[in-house]
């Protein structure tokens, strides 16, 4: 493969990719062939093989199987996706053996420590093969063991599901990548990512949300994805009544005094420092959100929440006298890609405690960057739905359409081939999640969220993605096209 002999346990670790495991989760674009499957599997054996987790030693996140996946995923050619490897794996970490397996006698000896990443992603592996993805999941990150045990004091728990979306997500979304695509290493190095994350502060994801519920037990039918049955019309409203909607929770946090910004915290310290000044009235707002699993299709509901919240707060939190595309928030989009193929995998209990975790952290990460005010109005007034590359070439005119309709006929078309070659890691992805939720949700009529707290969300529809792709095309440069590069903003977006 590539002229490199790998051992057979990493190649099996990285065979080729399955398909999606349900029609919510995204789809794979034209274009993969067996170059490119071959390019894929190469970056992602060999980054397994060759370096850690981290790629400096204050911890910030190896991306290069995310990049190479999601291009794979988009058609990308072979030699693309092995340039961009060597350009992301020039700052790497080396990788290396940890100083003593982890067993499930020392298991919470060793989380939080980088050096144990080595013998945790083994461990994983062997769990994975044993016990099956779901089982494997639910155990080490959904069970009341491995996150509160009694006798231990609160800054010594495991809370393995608060680690699971600590570090912006990146833990769910290795392991979203593993189950969206069938690669059990990438599932292994995602958990063990995981538990290399710190616990900031105890309890935050408290130990009341693992103890059973009476709806628990509700079997996988009542369950099943709406999307999956026949006769289930696309509905022309949210559902409101005794539903409190995310939209509903974002507008209470917006609203109440106790989180407003007092402008912005040390960059280091911005997430843990949030939680100590404000992690209380988050989780207190929060635990209003319902989720019922007594209604069919409860779930995918749930799911299609996270999304247009994650992605409203980094689109309409950045529209301000133009637009601002804040690196965090872009991380709430990209994590939110992968909850369907994450669920697709969880008991009905276990898919409860992931949405409630994803939203705790969600919204925790919008009062981190300021907490901005949501104009609608303005955004839907002000933005555009069709991309406007740079250096385009002129398209003769079509009777009976509109020019730019023929310049364009395909939005995310354009979007999709500039966000391969873009250097950002982060970028394509992003772009690769606009696509998607537009495919699924892209018809949702203006009203459609009238019956939420949210002020102004009656103006919401379906081009919220598309916007918020051009937006994004527009504010880090369309470099394939010849402009030059930008890159995500770390400033916030504070008042």
């Avoid at 996946?69 to 961009?84: F, Q, R, T």
């Avoid at 063990?192 to 309890?203: E, F």
């Avoid at 402008?263 to 635990?287: M, S």
Wanted: glycine letters at 8%; aromatic letters at 12%; charged letters at 20%.
């Amino acid at each position: 493969m590539n002229g490199k002999v790998y051992d057979k346990k990493a190649e099996k670790l990285f065979p080729a990719p399955s398909p999606p495991p349900t029609v919510l989760c995204p789809q794979r674009w034209p274009g993969c062939n067996p170059e490119s499957l071959a390019a894929m599997r190469h970056v992602l054996i060999d980054n397994h093989t060759r370096y850690h987790i981290f790629w400096n030693n204050i911890r910030f996140h190896n991306h290069v199987a995310h990049r190479a996946l999601a291009i794979y995923a988009l058609g990308g050619s072979g030699p693309v996706i092995e340039a961009l490897y060597k350009q992301d794996s020039k700052f790497q970490r080396a990788a290396f053996v940890s100083p003593h397996p982890v067993t499930t006698q020392n298991f919470f000896d060793h989380l939080g420590d980088e050096n144990y990443y080595e013998a945790y992603t083994t461990f994983f592996a062997k769990a994975i093969d044993e016990k099956g993805v779901s089982a494997t999941l639910d155990e080490f990150i959904f069970s009341e063991k491995y996150n509160f045990q009694p006798g231990r004091d609160a800054e010594s728990q495991p809370e393995m599901l608060y680690r699971f979306v600590d570090g912006v997500f990146h833990s769910l979304i290795h392991c979203g990548y593993g189950v969206e695509f069938g690669l059990k290493g990438m599932l292994a190095e995602g958990l063990s990512l995981g538990a290399m994350h710190y616990t900031h502060i105890p309890g935050f994801l408290p130990r009341s949300m693992f103890v059973a519920q009476p709806s628990d037990g509700i079997g996988a039918v009542m369950n099943s994805f709406a999307s999956l049955v026949l006769d289930s019309a696309m509905p022309l409203k949210a559902p409101s009544g005794q539903d409190t909607h995310a939209f509903s929770i974002l507008a209470r946090v917006l609203k109440d005094p106790r989180l407003a910004s007092k402008g912005p915290l040390n960059f280091a310290r911005q997430y843990p420092d949030t939680l100590v000044a404000h992690g209380d009235t988050i989780r207190e707002h929060v635990q209003k959100w319902t989720v019922d699993l007594s209604k069919p299709g409860e779930i995918e509901r749930k799911i299609e929440e996270c999304i247009w919240t994650s992605s409203v707060m980094y689109a309409l939190g950045g529209w301000r006298n133009g637009f601002t595309a804040d690196f965090f928030m872009m991380h709430l989009v990209n994590s939110s890609l992968f909850l369907p193929s994450l669920v697709a995998y969880l008991s009905p209990r276990a898919q409860v405690l992931l949405l409630r975790a994803y939203l705790s952290s969600a919204i925790a990460w919008f009062v981190v960057i300021g907490r901005p005010s949501l104009n609608f109005k303005s955004f839907f007034e002000s933005t555009s739905t069709v991309p406007n590359p740079p250096n385009s070439p002129a398209v003769p005119p079509v009777e009976g359409i509109p020019a730019q309709d023929a310049q364009t006929p395909n939005p995310f078309l354009p979007l999709v081939q500039s966000s391969i070659m873009h250097p950002s890691d982060h970028y394509a992805k992003i772009q690769r999640a606009f696509a998607h939720f537009s495919t699924i949700y892209g018809a949702r009529p203006k009203g459609y969220f009238a019956g939420t707290e949210l002020d102004g969300a009656e103006e919401l529809d379906g081009s919220l993605f598309v916007r918020a792709a051009v937006l994004t095309a527009d504010y880090m440069g369309w470099v394939r096209e010849g402009e030059e590069a930008s890159m995500w903003s770390l400033k916030g977006l504070h008042p």
